[in-house]
């Protein structure tokens, strides 16, 4: 049992003992993100892992993050507060499935959102994330027949942007398909003048009402620009609190769900790491991300392919 302890303090105190970077993303509860060495969107976190000398990574985020890091990072020690923190574009795509669906198409490349598990990166050519799937595809020949897996939405969006028809896989984000767009549309006519940001991951009748479309960072960067005094955000509601630190004084507000408030939208996966399991896996370094070695290597050629195009 924890009872009893300053888990700050001895989260601050293990840190220090184990030589530990801890990195968050956004959709972490307020408290992990505030105490994380660094907070990022998928793309950022993914080169933090990479770069960090830190002995040990533990990652406020959820499992397919993890893997990254650990993909990235194989001689360090990766720890995942809870080991069920998974999600559902992940889950939407078994291996075989995706092996299955690859041998269908053997003249198309797979093109992947990183969300999804280190087997699926094994059976990829290039993975992608929200902030560099644009500039990743733009670099493709116009004449490569492209599978995009396993976010259809993100897949759609894409496609309608870049004029690309790609085969989609038909995997969903759960958080981002529970917005309602008629409490986005209600919420809209009371906040005339406020701006719609959106994740790509939300459907396209959601997108369609979005004045910018891109990742939580990207999101977040134009939350704090915006001249707007009230914005509305369309991705997991635990990013405004950075907005809400970044700009006190300005009014966000969480894009409503089928009841009228943002709280169904909450990520139940990443709502599953606490200060209390960060503590435990600082202390006991467990649980810990292990992977097959070659099943490592090949995960590790098609995200070496994003981190090239993307920068
Ligand atoms: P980004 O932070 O890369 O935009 O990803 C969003 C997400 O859904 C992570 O699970
Ligand atoms: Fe997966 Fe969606 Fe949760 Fe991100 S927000 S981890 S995409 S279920």
Same mark, same amino acid.
């Given at each position: 049992t924890v009872t009893g302890l300053d888990l700050r303090a001895e989260i601050d105190r293990l840190r220090k003992e184990r030589n530990a970077v801890i990195l968050a993303h956004y959709y972490q509860k307020p408290e992990l993100q505030d105490l994380a060495d660094f907070v990022g969107d998928s793309l950022?976190?993914?080169?933090?892992?990479?770069?960090?000398?830190?002995?040990?990574?533990a990652f406020c985020g959820v499992r397919f993050m993890a893997e990254t890091a650990k993909i990235l990072s194989p001689e360090k020690i990766v720890v995942l507060p809870d080991m069920d923190a998974g999600c559902s574009l992940e889950d939407s795509c078994p291996p075989e499935r995706f092996a299955?669906?690859?041998?269908?198409?053997?003249?198309?490349?797979?093109?992947?959102?990183?969300?999804?598990?280190?087997?699926?990166?094994?059976?990829?050519?290039?993975?992608?994330?929200?902030?560099?799937?644009?500039?990743?595809?733009?670099?493709?020949?116009?004449?490569?027949?492209?599978?995009?897996?396993?976010?259809?939405?993100?897949?759609?969006?894409?496609?309608?942007?870049?004029?690309?028809?790609?085969?989609?896989w038909p995997g969903v984000c759960i958080v981002h398909e529970a917005f309602s767009e008629t409490e986005l549309l209600k919420l809209r006519a009371e906040?005339?003048?406020?701006?719609?940001?959106?994740?790509?991951?939300?459907?396209?009748?959601?997108?369609?009402?979005?004045?910018?479309?891109?990742?939580?960072?990207? #999101?977040?960067?134009?939350? &704090?620009?915006? $001249?707007?005094?009230?914005? %509305?955000? *369309?991705?997991?509601?635990?990013? #405004?609190?950075?907005?809400? &630190?970044?700009? $006190?004084?300005?009014?966000? %507000?969480? *894009?409503?769900?089928?009841?009228g408030n943002c709280n169904c939208n909450i990520c139940p996966y990443m709502a599953l790491n606490t200060m209390e399991k960060l503590y435990i896996a600082l202390r006991d370094l467990e649980p810990r991300i292990?992977?097959?070695?070659?099943?490592?290597?090949?995960?590790?050629?098609?995200?070496?392919?994003?981190?090239?195009?993307?920068?």
């Open positions: 950022e976190l993914s080169r933090k892992a990479q770069e960090t000398d830190a002995d040990v990574i299955a669906f690859r041998a269908e198409h053997p003249d198309h490349i797979a093109l992947t959102y990183i969300n999804c598990s280190a087997a699926v990166k094994a059976l990829s050519d290039v993975i992608v994330t929200s902030s560099s799937a644009e500039k990743i595809l733009m670099q493709l020949p116009k004449e490569q027949k492209i599978i995009f897996g396993p976010d259809r939405n993100l897949g759609g969006y894409l496609a309608r942007k870049t004029g690309r028809d790609m085969l989609l906040h005339p003048d406020a701006p719609i940001l959106a994740h790509p991951e939300c459907p396209p009748h959601l997108l369609d009402h979005a004045d910018f479309v891109g990742s939580t960072s990207a #999101i977040l960067e134009h939350a &704090k620009k915006s $001249p707007a005094r009230t914005v %509305i955000v *369309a991705t997991e509601p635990h990013i #405004i609190h950075q907005m809400q &630190k970044a700009v $006190p004084d300005k009014q966000f %507000i969480g *894009a409503p769900g089928a009841d292990e992977l097959d070695e070659e099943l490592r290597l090949k995960a590790k050629t098609s995200l070496d392919r994003m981190l090239a195009m993307a920068s």
